[in-house]
Nanobody, 125 residues
Framework: QVRLAESGGGLAQAGGSLRLSCAVS????????MGWFRQAPGKEREFVAG????????GYADSVKDRFTISRDNAKNTVYLRMNSLKPDDTAVYYC??????????????????WGQGTQVTVSS
């Protein structure tokens, strides 16, 4: 059974940085396109960033472009999300997700079969 486990969330000040990790077990990371999503209180879960199977292509939501960076280390079975210049609006629970059916990441959450439990990120002003 494939399992995803996020870590690295916490409290940061506006302008600060955090790095989230997503460890994949029970499966091989190199078989999945990966995405990061987030959900703020009272809002729907939204796409943040995605990375292709090979890691050669990435995509971002407009709200995080040029501030966040997604990467993957298939040898370590881990995906990362580096978050710089954090804003209070980035406060949310962050989830990683795996799509075993495509080599390209998708921006819709229904395309992803596997999800982690989420990690809380809180940015203070």
């Amino acid at each position: 059974q494939v399992r995803l486990a996020e870590s690295g969330g916490g409290l940061a000040q506006a302008g600060g940085s955090l790095r989230l990790s997503c460890a994949v077990s029970g499966g091989t990371l190199s078989s999945y396109a990966m995405g990061w999503f987030r959900q703020a209180p009272g809002k729907e879960r939204e796409f943040v960033a995605g990375i292709t199977l090979s890691g050669g292509n990435t995509g971002y939501a407009d709200s995080v472009k040029d501030r966040f960076t997604i990467s993957r280390d298939n040898a370590k079975n881990t995906v990362y999300l580096r978050m710089n210049s954090l804003k209070p609006d980035d406060t949310a629970v962050y989830y990683c997700a795996a799509d075993p059916r495509s080599s390209w990441y998708k921006r819709d959450r229904v395309s992803y079969n596997y999800w982690g439990q989420g990690t809380q990120v809180t940015v203070s002003s």
